[in-house]
C-alpha cells in the first residue's frame, strides 16, 4: 500500500489495511512481490497525477510478469479522475473513492472473476469509514476520526468536493473506539477531521467538540490531540476544554493560511488576522505552553506585496512553533484556478523564501528558549545504531533523546532538553525517569493495535444523547 497526502488518507489507509487484513491478505515482508498492490492518493499535492501514473507505469512490467496481481487505485485523486485512470492506465484492477473505501476486497474479487477493470465510486459516504477495521501502524499512537467531509468553500481547496459535505459521528461510538485502543495499550489518540472543530454541526450541537475533548481525555489515555481546526469555530469553550483536560495536550495546529483580511476573503476563509491572532491571544492565556503550529500558502491569485507584508506581520506576532509553507499553484477543479492575478511563479518563490527564512529564525528561537526545559517524552523509535531515541513531547515537539538501557518505542520518558536544533530539542543527557508502558510492551511484542469492524458507523437522525448522559464518564 502506498499512501500520499493528509492524516486523513493515512488513516484510511489503515482501515484499508484492516479490510484487506479481514478478506484474508497480509502484508507482504519487503523485496517479496504482492498480489495487490493499493495506491491511496491525494489530489491536493502538486502534479499528484504525473506522480500517479508515473508510479503506475513502473509497476506495468512486474504486473505483467506476475499473473494474477491486481492494481487499486483509491483516494481522492480516484474519486476525482474516475475512469479516466483506467482509460489511462487499463491494466488497473480496482478504481474506488473516497465514499466506498469498505468495498475494496470485493471489487478486487469482482475484478478477478470477471477479467474486467472496476470502477465503482459514489457521490456520497456509503459507510463511515470509522466503521471498516483497521489494521493500525502504531502500538502507542493512534488516529480516530470523528468527522469526514467539510461544508466551507475555501477556494483553493479541492477536498469538499472529494470528501462530500461534513458528516459527524456519534459521540458514544467515538468513545467506543477509543475505548478499544486504550484496552490494547495505546497512550494517545489525535482526533482527526478535515474541520475538526466544527463537529456537532450535523446535530446542531456547538458545545459537542469541547465535549467530546473532555469525555475522550477521561478514558485513561495520557494524550489528547486533535488535528486540523478552523478558526471560525474555535471557542472559548473548546479552549476551556483543552485547559481543564488534563490528557489534552498543549499544542495546537491552527490554519493561518494568510495574515492578509484581503486574500482571506478572496480564498473565502471568514475570520480576520485580528480575530486569528485574538485566538492565539486567548488559547496562551490559558496554556502558557502550548506549541501553535500553523499552515500558510503564498502567493494566492491577488497577492500584492502590501498583502504578503500583512502575512509577515501576523507570522511575526503569531510565535508560531512551526509552520507547514506552500507556494500556491491553480488545483484545477478549484474556484481560484480561475482566478484573475495570478501571481508569477518568481515573485512567489521570492516571497516563499523570505517567510521560510523568517519562520526558520523563529522556530529555532523557540527550541532553543526550551533548553533547561524538563521535557516527557513518548518514544516512538528507538535507533541503536544511531544510539539515539525519537520521540514527542507533550507539546509535539520532535525530541531526539540520548538511547538508554532498556526503553523500548512505547515507553515515556523524562529529560531535559540541552539543545535547541531547527526542526527538533535534543536532550543528551542521562534520563530523569523511564516508565515502562503497556505500548511498549505491545511494540517489543510485534502487537499492534486493531479496531474491528462495527456495526453503528453512520450518524442516526436527530441529536445523539448528550455526553453527560454517557455511563463511566
Ligand atoms: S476548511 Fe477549507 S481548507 Fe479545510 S478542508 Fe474545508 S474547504 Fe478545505
Not at 499535492?45 to 483509491?74: C, F, S, W
Not at 489518540?189 to 454541526?201: E, K, P
Not at 450535523?202 to 478552523?230: I, K, N, Y
Request: with cysteine; charged share 20%.
Amino acid at each position: 500500500m502506498r499512501t500520499y497526502g493528509c492524516q486523513m488518507n493515512v488513516h484510511d489507509s489503515e482501515r484499508i489495511g484492516g479490510l484487506l487484513d479481514e478478506a484474508g491478505y497480509a502484508p507482504v515482508p519487503a523485496g517479496q512481490t504482492p498480489d495487490v498492490v493499493v495506491f491511496n492518493t491525494c489530489a491536493v499535492r502538486e502534479n499528484a497525477d504525473n506522480r500517479l501514473y508515473g508510479n503506475l507505469g513502473h509497476l506495468k512490467p512486474l504486473k505483467d510478469r506476475t499473473p494474477g496481481m491486481q492494481i487499486a487505485v483509491g483516494g481522492c485523486l480516484a474519486q476525482k479522475d474516475q475512469a479516466a485512470i483506467t482509460a489511462r492506465a487499463p491494466y488497473v484492477d480496482v478504481v474506488f473513492g473516497t465514499h466506498n473505501v469498505g468495498a475494496l476486497p470485493v471489487l478486487l474479487e469482482r475484478a478477478r472473476v470477471e477479467q474486467q477493470s472496476q470502477v465503482e465510486l459514489l457521490e456520497a459516504l456509503e459507510v463511515f469509514p470509522s466503521a471498516l477495521p483497521a489494521r493500525r501502524a502504531s502500538a502507542a499512537t493512534a488516529w480516530v476520526s470523528i468527522s469526514v467531509g467539510c461544508d466551507n468553500t475555501c477556494t483553493f481547496c479541492i477536498v469538499p468536493s472529494l470528501r462530500g459535505k461534513e458528516r459527524d459521528r456519534l459521540p458514544a461510538d467515538v468513545l467506543r473506539e477509543v475505548d478499544v485502543l486504550v484496552a490494547q495499550g495505546v497512550l494517545e489518540v489525535t482526533l482527526l477531521g478535515q474541520n475538526v472543530n466544527s463537529y456537532g454541526r450535523e446535530f446542531g450541537d456547538r458545545a459537542a467538540f469541547g465535549a467530546l475533548l473532555r469525555a475522550v481525555g477521561g478514558t485513561g489515555l495520557e494524550r489528547v490531540r486533535f488535528t486540523s481546526p478552523h478558526p471560525r469555530d474555535f471557542t472559548d469553550d473548546v479552549i476551556d476544554a483543552m485547559a481543564e483536560t488534563p490528557a489534552v495536550c498543549p499544542s495546537l495546529h491552527m490554519p493561518l493560511q494568510s495574515g492578509s483580511d484581503a486574500v482571506l476573503r478572496a480564498m473565502r476563509r471568514s475570520y480576520r488576522s485580528e480575530r486569528f491572532l485574538d485566538i492565539l491571544d486567548r488559547v496562551r492565556a490559558q496554556l502558557p505552553a502550548a506549541a501553535i503550529t500553523t499552515d500558510i500558502i503564498v502567493g494566492f491569485p491577488g497577492e500584492t506585496d502590501a498583502d504578503f507584508e500583512d502575512t509577515l506581520r501576523v507570522v511575526e506576532a503569531s510565535r508560531f512553533a512551526g509552520a507547514f509553507t506552500f507556494q500556491y499553484s491553480p488545483r484545477p477543479g478549484t474556484p481560484a484556478a480561475s482566478y484573475p492575478g495570478q501571481v508569477p511563479p518568481e515573485v512567489v518563490a521570492e516571497r516563499y523564501g523570505r517567510l521560510v527564512t523568517l519562520q526558520d529564525a523563529m522556530t529555532l528561537a523557540g527550541h532553543e528558549a526550551q533548553v533547561g526545559a524538563t521535557v516527557e517524552v513518548l518514544v516512538h523509535d528507538v535507533d541503536g545504531r544511531r544510539g539515539r531515541m525519537d520521540g514527542r513531547a507533550r507539546d509535539n515537539r520532535l525530541v531526539h533523546v540520548a538511547a538508554a538501557q532498556g526503553v523500548r518505542a512505547g515507553d515515556v520518558v523524562e529529560t531535559v532538553v540541552t539543545r535547541g536544533g531547527p526542526h527538533y530539542l535534543e536532550a543528551d543527557g542521562a534520563l530523569l525517569a523511564h516508565r515502562r508502558t503497556a505500548a511498549g510492551d505491545a511494540w517489543a511484542a510485534g502487537r499492534l493495535p486493531s479496531t474491528p469492524r462495527v456495526a453503528l458507523g453512520m450518524p442516526g437522525v436527530g441529536a445523539p444523547a448528550p455526553l453527560s448522559a454517557l455511563s463511566c464518564r
